[in-house]
């Protein structure tokens, strides 16, 4: 219901090769199967920490838990995952600029 105001507000947050590669995805990977899937997905962070930092990088470590539901489903599926996210300074704000998920 609100894939495309997400995934707006997400691009928001992103900088460099990574927001492209974000568009790309979304649009024709991401998108289509949600849509036609009708595919729910909430994530929580439940911890954090950096791993390294300079004046205008940080990398983080995020431990999260992702529950996905699709039509059909009674019960989300929840996966839980690691994310590394490097994050740049760009005009005074904090942009991803690169994400793993492991």
Known sequence: RTLDQQAAA?????TGAFKGEYAKT???TIAPVAVKDEVTVRARSYEAGVMGQTPDTVTVQV???QA???KGEEQPSV???RVIATM???EGRWLIEKLSAY
């Open 10 to 14: 997400n691009a928001a947050l992103l």
């Open 26 to 28: 979304m649009s024709t």
């Open 63 to 65: 431990f999260l838990n």
């Open 68 to 70: 996905k539901t699709a």
């Open 79 to 81: 996966d839980q995952n």
């Open 88 to 90: 740049r300074r760009v």
